[in-house]
């Protein structure tokens, strides 16, 4: 399919939850029910799915085989609003050599002992890859935002614990995507837009059902009292952090299927930008392979 028919295919998909200036965001402009107009059943949307999975493949292959680009995809979302299956349908097709997936979980002891920047940035994906945060470096201005306690086990000096922290964090997290983008690395960030009633009804599914009963914790139904300040924060972060080179995707999550359906739109518009192609083989390489063809061909 010639590029400008596919970046056309997907951008309907993409457009309407791109975020690529936090001036004026307001997270109660995005209705986490929207599915764009869309009227398609389950299989339709699974089969839509599935091509745009195949074509990724193919791509990664030319991104790993270029080995210029890097791609760094984050998801960031309230509990059960599917980061895990979104990855997992998105990128099914995937080479796995190709890709690493970071799902960052409490700090351990040498993670604290550093920089709240420090675990993450040594997992930005080499290029030709790539690598997907499940949580990421925005957790230090969410989770730990909601819950400042958490900044004690961060072991900071006093005088840097001030009013302006999370403005501050902010501000380095911006720098950094700015930083890795001049790198060649293409971070897009996905916030899975999850309204409060669809992820009640996911509790009490994860509940009724004995195979999901392992899904469900306890302190997932605690979290939901932080519900006004986590979408604070989350429209904070958004808002001082979406760029151009770093854009956020405010993803509707109450339709799973149309959730997957954005954010591998968004994942091959980005690529298809990059207008990928195999490494030409010069005239010294063909000579090579001249030479290897001809010793083959002479086995016996």
């Not at 909601?146 to 900044?151: F, K, M, R």
């Not at 086990?153 to 902010?170: A, C, M, T």
């Amino acid at each position: 399919m010639p590029r400008k028919d596919i970046l056309e295919g997907v951008e309907k998909f993409v457009h309407p939850y791109r975020v690529t200036s936090g001036k004026g965001f307001r997270l109660k402009d995005f209705d986490p029910g929207d599915t764009g107009g869309l009227k398609m059943d389950k299989h339709a949307a699974a089969e839509l799915l599935a091509r745009g999975s195949e074509w990724l493949a193919m791509e990664q292959d030319m991104l790993y085989a270029q080995d210029r680009w890097s791609l760094l995809l984050i998801f960031q979302a309230m509990d059960a609003a599917g980061k895990d299956g979104t990855i997992k349908h998105v990128m099914a097709r995937v080479n796995p050599q190709g890709c690493e997936v970071h799902s960052f979980k409490q700090p351990s002891a040498e993670e604290l002992a550093h920089d709240f920047l420090w675990r993450y940035a040594k997992r930005a994906p080499a290029r030709g890859r790539i690598g997907i945060f499940n949580r990421s470096y925005y957790e230090e201005v969410l989770v730990v935002r909601v819950h400042q306690e958490l900044l004690k086990l961060q072991k900071l000096p006093p005088e840097h614990v001030g009013k302006n922290i999370w403005d501050e964090r902010l501000a380095d997290i911006a720098h950094l995507e700015d930083y890795l983008s001049r790198q060649g690395v293409i971070v897009l960030k996905f916030f899975l837009n999850l309204s409060k009633k669809e992820q009640k009804k996911r509790f009490m599914k994860r509940l009724d059902d004995k195979d999901r009963n392992w899904k469900f914790s306890a302190s997932d139904v605690r979290e939901r009292r932080y519900w006004d300040d986590y979408q604070s924060a989350f429209e904070e972060a958004i808002r001082a952090t979406a760029t151009p080179r770093a854009p956020w995707h405010v993803v509707p999550a109450d339709n799973k299927w149309f959730s997957r359906l954005v954010v591998a739109s968004a994942i091959v518009e980005a690529v298809e930008r990059l207008d990928l192609a195999y490494p030409k083989v010069d005239a010294a390489m063909k000579k090579e392979l001249a030479a290897a063809r001809v010793e083959l061909e002479a086995e016996p």
